[in-house]
């Protein structure tokens, strides 16, 4: 079982719709939760971060972090074209960056 | 501000060549780390340096090794490629060498003939 599962997708949504990204992990030492935004031939971006369960809102953007069930999620209101890419979360233990844990990436396609 | 810049941004070599990637880390930034992303995967931990000090390595053999120079910068050494190599390389920089985020480069595009 990988530490880190993220369902690949490709997920299609048309434009102005939530969109939902998801990652489940088995490993509860991980505290640190971030989200990634990579389109083709460019590195990751970061989005958000957080250390803590509950919500984070960035404009668009809301992370959520269910420590007790294992499981992270990224929403996007009002999804636009230019939010089409590859979504990867990334999971760290508090105390060291060395032992990060990304997923797989969700493609995501957003449609005009 | 300028961000993670590596090069050089594309690279064709041969089995059992030698390669060296380089990577700047974003202005005041210490700690870099380097990661390999193989077609449709995350990211995958292979070195970090804070303070020109190895911090972490992960599960990658002995042909993989790197280094981190006085400015910060840092360099990838992969020897006697494999075509296993193949992948996108990527450098990442964060202020310290725990519990903030890291920024990523563009990458480095290795390709092994």
């Known amino acids: 079982q990988k530490e880190v599962e993220q369902d690949p997708g490709p997920l299609s949504v048309p434009e102005g719709a939530i969109v939902s990204l998801n990652c489940t992990y088995s490993n509860s030492a991980f505290q640190y939760f971030m989200w990634y935004r990579q389109y083709s031939r460019k590195g990751p971006e970061l989005l958000m971060y957080t250390y803590s369960s509950g919500n984070k809102e960035d404009g668009r953007f809301t992370a959520q972090v269910d420590k007790s069930s294992k499981y992270i999620s990224l929403f996007i209101r009002d999804s636009q074209p230019s939010d089409s890419a590859t979504y990867l979360c990334a999971l760290g233990p508090y105390s060291s960056a060395s032992k990060i844990i990304f997923g797989s990436g969700t493609r995501l396609s957003i449609r005009p | 501000d300028a961000g993670v810049t590596q090069s050089p941004t594309h690279l064709i070599k041969t089995r059992g060549q030698q390669v060296t990637l380089r990577c700047s880390p974003i202005?005041?930034?210490?700690?870099v780390s380097w990661y390999q992303q193989v077609l449709g995967q995350g990211p995958q931990f292979i070195f970090q340096?804070?303070?020109?000090?190895?911090?972490g390595r992960g599960n990658f053999p002995d042909r993989f090794s790197a280094r981190q120079f006085p400015n910060y910068s840092s360099e990838l050494n992969v020897n006697a490629l494999l075509l296993g190599d193949s992948a996108l390389y990527l450098c990442a920089s964060s202020l310290v060498q725990e519990n903030q985020p890291q920024h990523f480069g563009d990458g480095t595009r290795l390709s092994i003939l």
């Open positions: 340096y804070y303070e020109k000090e190895e911090r």
């Open positions: 202005s005041g930034h210490k700690s």
